[in-house]
């Protein structure tokens, strides 16, 4: 029995791994599933890989690793094949080793694809997935060496999870020492993702076109007369190396659009924007490329604890009820009944949150900078008159402005405004009021009928 019927003499091969007899002779894609070493001249590479379509000693190909991006293609020679340990000249649809001219020079990981110039994005990705399955799940069974930890992109490891989960999912419902160990992969994969998802240049995030705001997914499901069953909430990054598969996936959809968040020279672009989606937009977790890697906020950094903290010294933030007004916002013109009521069900949540929530009014003082600089050392509160920011009303002649957070205050209002701490009960008797407002319509307006209403 070879190496392969020994990998997957039981397992259905995946069919869009599978060509036809004419396409496997014109094309040719290895995938690096081991990496052997160099030969006696220290600069050609031995590798071992399954081979699909037909190989030849001679072939050029091109080397591709999936979670780089390339500008210029780079190509090396297949000086020898072997079968075996064998000697042969071609090769068709099995494991092989091959010595890959310069390839110490090249940087091939286990994962690498090299593949002939005709063969498609779509063909070499799915490979490239096959090739990982082979590598890293069947030969190592998800336990990465310090070389592969290394190499990998956190896309790669991403990749190797999903395929790992996947293999022992039937298994992990029902043996208890397979739920221990796929637990164990996970966490072990997820912290070197995070380590290596706060070090790249750029991440790319799926955003709504409603409101130019990351888009927050969640699946909901409605329960008769019990309600409403919500997931926790997740926002979507994808690496860039990926993009070009993502956009075609999503390009139909006016829903969504893709923005990019750049790192900065000191590698914190990407966890300030992160960390501003959880403290402030209630996001729960992201997914990371795949379907299967949910990471949640408390596993990729620390996030604020207030206990034991005044109350009047925590910074006014609403997490929640910003998640419940984005779902609700992103829900609305949507034709499908049951997606409706779920929208209705997400505003029926937000508008229960405003009775309790505190917000913050921009409010503008008139003259409290110059009354600082006469009394620098009063100890009394100044009675400063000052304005609030007001627009037309629906049902009353002015409607307040308030925001849910400093950052959407600030967003819209400059440094001369200060903030008065408030709850829509002071304000509702007397004013509408618009939470949010801005260029997008995120901003809910409440009146004082509704509010009472509310349950």
């Not at 959809?253 to 209630?282: A, M, S, V």
């Amino acid at each position: 029995m070879g190496l392969f019927d020994f990998l997957f003499g039981k397992k259905k091969q995946d069919p869009s791994f599978t060509l036809g007899k004419e396409e496997a002779e014109s094309i040719c894609m290895l995938g690096v599933s081991d990496v052997i070493g160099v030969d006696d001249n220290a600069t050609d590479f031995i590798i071992e890989g399954f081979v699909q379509g037909s190989l030849k000693v001679g072939d050029e190909l091109v080397v591709t690793k999936i979670s780089c991006l390339s500008k210029t293609p780079v190509k090396t020679v297949i000086t020898s094949i072997y079968v075996n340990e064998e000697e042969v000249q071609e090769a068709s649809e099995k494991m092989v080793k091959v010595k890959v001219k310069d390839g110490n020079k090249l940087g091939i990981y286990k994962g690498t694809m090299l593949h002939s110039e005709t063969v498609t994005d779509t063909q070499v990705y799915h490979a490239y997935r096959f090739t990982m399955d082979i590598a890293f799940v069947r030969q190592q069974d998800g336990i990465l060496t310090e070389e592969d930890r290394e190499k990998l992109a956190a896309s790669d490891i991403s990749e190797i999870w999903s395929l790992y989960w996947k293999a022992h999912l039937e298994e992990f419902e029902r043996v208890k020492e397979i739920e221990l160990k796929v637990d164990q992969r996970r966490r072990d994969f997820f912290k070197l993702i995070r380590e290596k998802l706060f070090l790249l240049d750029d991440i790319y995030v799926i955003y709504s076109t409603k409101m130019n705001e990351p888009h927050l997914f969640a699946r909901a499901s409605l329960d008769g007369n019990k309600g409403m069953t919500v997931s926790h909430s997740w926002v979507y990054l994808i690496p860039s190396s990926y993009m070009h598969y993502r956009k075609e996936i999503y390009k139909k959809d006016k829903r969504y659009d893709f923005k990019r968040i750049e790192n900065g020279p000191e590698k914190e672009g990407i966890r300030n924007f992160l960390r501003d989606l959880f403290i402030y937009d209630g996001v729960e977790s992201i997914q990371y490329f795949t379907e299967d890697t949910l990471i949640f906020a408390k596993e990729l950094m620390d996030l604020p604890n207030y206990e034991g903290v005044d109350e009047a010294e925590i910074p006014v933030t609403n997490p929640d009820l910003v998640r419940w007004l984005h779902l609700t916002r992103q829900s609305s013109g949507i034709d499908d009944k049951e997606q409706k009521n779920i929208g209705y069900g997400y505003f029926c949540i937000f508008a229960k949150s405003t009775k309790t929530a505190k917000f913050i009014a921009p409010m503008r003082l008139h003259g409290y900078d110059q009354l600082l600089e006469d009394n620098p050392q009063t100890a009394i509160e100044p009675n400063i008159p000052f304005n609030l920011a007001i627009q037309q009303g629906k049902t009353k002649e002015k409607a307040v402005q308030v925001y849910t957070d400093w950052k959407r205050l600030r967003k819209h209002f400059g440094e001369e405004y200060k903030g008065l701490v408030v709850t829509l009960d002071e304000l509702i008797k007397d004013y509408d009021v618009v939470i949010n407002p801005g260029e997008y319509p995120i901003a809910e307006l409440m009146t004082e009928e509704f509010f009472n209403a509310v349950d």
